[in-house]
């Protein structure tokens, strides 16, 4: 289809099903009241979630609890700013979440360092992230394709993002974002 051809192929997140271009959805989000209103407001609401870490273990022994307990606060303290660009969970959550309800599509990056442990997490425009199936529907790999032709797309492996949709399909690795209605 022509959207296909314009985005450089069946790997694209115009291809599969999608009415609107990704640039349609935002500013159909920019300029209706209504739609701004709800997606702001469900948006927030999950952002701004009080989350608690806490251990899960009996206190009585001693050594597993204090383990535990030094664990959640690594965890606590590292979801508090889970990044190196200062950017907030709350601010990670709000900007996911917002893509996940705008295009059906919110994209985190787990970002290991050199040993192979999660070091931080990135937030990635979703409506770039084409999740990449086999015949079967078996998911291949992730590609980031920018908007506009501003790049190559890029392969990523499975492991490397958290891919989140709301409404799947059996028709496209993709989902089927609200506003196409």
Known sequence: DAQGAAAGGINSFYANNRSLFPDQYWQ?????????ACVDSIARRIATWDWYVKVNSDPRDQVEYARLSEQ?????NFLAMPNTDGVTWQEMMQAMVTDLLLYDAGVIELVNDDSGRMSELQVWLGSEFLPVVDDRGHLLY????????????????????????????????????????
């Open 28 to 36: 159909l989000y920019k300029s209706t009241p209504d739609v701004r």
């Open 142 to 181: 992730y590609e980031q394709d920018p908007e506009g032709g501003s790049g190559d797309a890029v392969q990523i492996a499975p492991e490397d993002i958290a891919y989140f949709k709301i409404y799947s399909n059996t028709r496209s690795p993709l989902g089927l974002p609200m506003m196409e209605t």
């Open 72 to 76: 959640s606060a690594k965890v606590r």
